[in-house]
């Protein structure tokens, strides 16, 4: 129980400081609302349980595999994200009604690939969830329930943050220009964020 409670405290510190994944959820809430912003914090915590299946089942090699990959994929996720901040940055006020149309499936999509191409995440996710096992038998078991622990207490910290962008998005209602800037900016630094993401 002590290693759960440490698990929790630990992942909570980490779910306040924020990475791509959270400029990501703060930049669609910002643009395009709440709604927008759950659905992302829904994507990258799918994103993040694909990547914490392959330390679960203990593919080491399939871990380092996929990593190589995404090395290469990332970079893709960077210029894409880059595209989208300043496309954003360049709105106008008359802008803000067409980029509530994005679909729930485009907005789910963004935050998956973002938290799924994420080299570091996926290697720091395997050294991270281990050193939570307490003894050496039921590591499969004891590895299952830390990571549904772990998903719960990054899925609710992303809520926060989903709830908190979409909160001060209405003080920008009078500002749109500003509110795309913001926005603009959140997305360029989630690109940010994934260009220095390395394996650790």
Not at 59 to 67: G, N, Q, R, Y
Not at 92 to 112: C, H, K, P, V, Y
Not at 135 to 163: F, H, K, P, R
Request: no cysteine; proline share 2%; glycine share 10%.
């Amino acid at each position: 129980m002590a290693n759960v409670i440490a698990l929790i405290v630990a992942t909570s510190v980490l779910v306040l400081i924020p990475g791509p994944n959270v400029a990501l959820i703060v930049a669609n809430s910002l643009g395009r609302g709440l709604k927008s912003g759950l659905v992302t914090a829904f994507g990258t915590t799918v994103g993040i349980a694909v990547q914490l299946s392959l330390v679960i089942i203990g593919l080491a090699t399939l871990v380092e595999a996929a990593a190589s990959t995404l090395m290469w994929i990332r970079w893709l996720g960077v210029m894409y994200l880059i595209y989208l901040g300043i496309l954003t940055w360049n709105k106008t006020g008359t802008d803000l009604a067409q980029s509530r149309e994005q679909s729930g499936i485009n907005t789910f999509s963004r935050g998956f690939v973002l938290a799924v191409i994420n080299p570091k995440t996926l290697f720091f996710n395997a050294a991270f969830l281990p050193q939570f096992v307490a003894g050496s038998e039921g590591t499969t078991g004891q590895l299952i329930l830390l990571a549904a622990v772990y998903m719960t207490v990054i899925i609710m910290g992303d809520t926060l943050w989903a709830i908190f962008a979409a909160s001060a998005r209405r003080l920008f209602n009078r500002f749109r220009h500003l509110q795309h800037r913001v926005t603009g900016g959140f997305l360029l630094s989630a690109a940010v964020g994934l260009a220095l993401s390395r394996r650790s």
